[in-house]
């Protein structure tokens, strides 16, 4: 298991998993040496909501280079910012890394995101994506996926990603490793999630023909949506069980009625 070498099959992976994928030009010649055999992932926020991919693939002034493999933006978009060795980790430790060495076993997804304001569904279930079809590709679970904070925190004070419960998150990713992540849908692509989406909301907004017919054999003129017969019908019982109710609310105080009547005779 695992894979040694560069990773140049991460287009094909994140694709399949459903996700929109940007291919940066070059990519595939972009990175800092080659791979030793890849352990596993390590997550990161950018520290700004709209850092550009560009950033990811050739550094900041205060480190020039490629900072990390993928970008992902926060509307779920993957770009692909290089497939060498990125300068993400920094100095830090974690059992099966060797210590302050795991840029050349890890790929690095850098976030576009502040840290504390929060993920967004698009943002946050593509994260899990990305993360689970590595793992899956490398024949790992989700105990392969750590945050920076984790590897970094107690060396260099790192915090990244913030706001992101890790240990839900790789719950999360562990059950879209074993594709248990909302069934089918997952497994299909954007554009096609949209087009079953708008489908179902034709169908529920269509208004059917009632079938009812009464004792002339008279056909129902009502027509009424899905969601409409099932409100009207659960109007209809509610209507019904208040009926009822106050039926036996009635019937108990007829019976109290009688018994004092019939109490006032036996007398």
């Known amino acids: 298991m695992g894979w040694n070498g560069d990773p140049l099959w991460l287009a094909d992976v994140l694709r399949a998993e459903g996700l929109k994928v940007v291919e940066s030009p070059r990519w595939r010649e972009r990175g800092e040496g080659d791979f030793r055999n890849i352990w596993g992932v390590i997550c990161h926020h950018t520290g700004g909501s709209r850092t550009p991919a560009t950033e990811i693939m050739y550094g900041t002034p205060a480190l020039q280079g490629l900072l990390s493999q993928i970008h992902l933006a926060q509307d779920g978009t993957a770009t692909l910012c290089g497939v060498g060795v990125a300068w993400h980790a920094g100095q830090g430790e974690w059992p099966g890394l060797p210590e302050d060495n795991a840029n050349f076993y890890t790929i690095g997804i850098e976030a576009a995101n502040n840290g504390t304001e929060g993920w ?78 708008n489908l179902i909301t034709k169908e529920l907004g269509y208004r059917f023909q009632s079938r009812y017919k009464d004792e002339t054999g008279h056909q129902s003129d009502y027509r009424d949506s899905l969601v409409g017969y099932v409100l009207e019908n659960d109007r209809k019982v509610e209507s019904f069980d208040r009926w009822r109710r106050e039926k036996d609310e009635r019937d108990k105080a007829l019976d109290a009625k009688l018994d004092a009547i019939l109490g006032k005779l036996d007398a």
């Open 120 to 197: 967004s569904p698009q943002q946050y279930w593509a994260y899990v994506k990305v993360c689970a079809a590595i793992c899956r590709r490398l024949g790992y679970g989700a105990d392969r996926v750590i945050a920076h904070k984790e590897w970094a925190g107690r060396k260099q004070g790192k915090w990244d990603p913030g706001a992101l419960d890790m240990n839900r998150f790789r719950a999360d990713i562990q059950a879209q490793i074993e594709q248990r992540n909302g069934g089918f849908l997952m497994a299909l692509s954007e554009a096609k999630q949209d087009e079953l989406y």
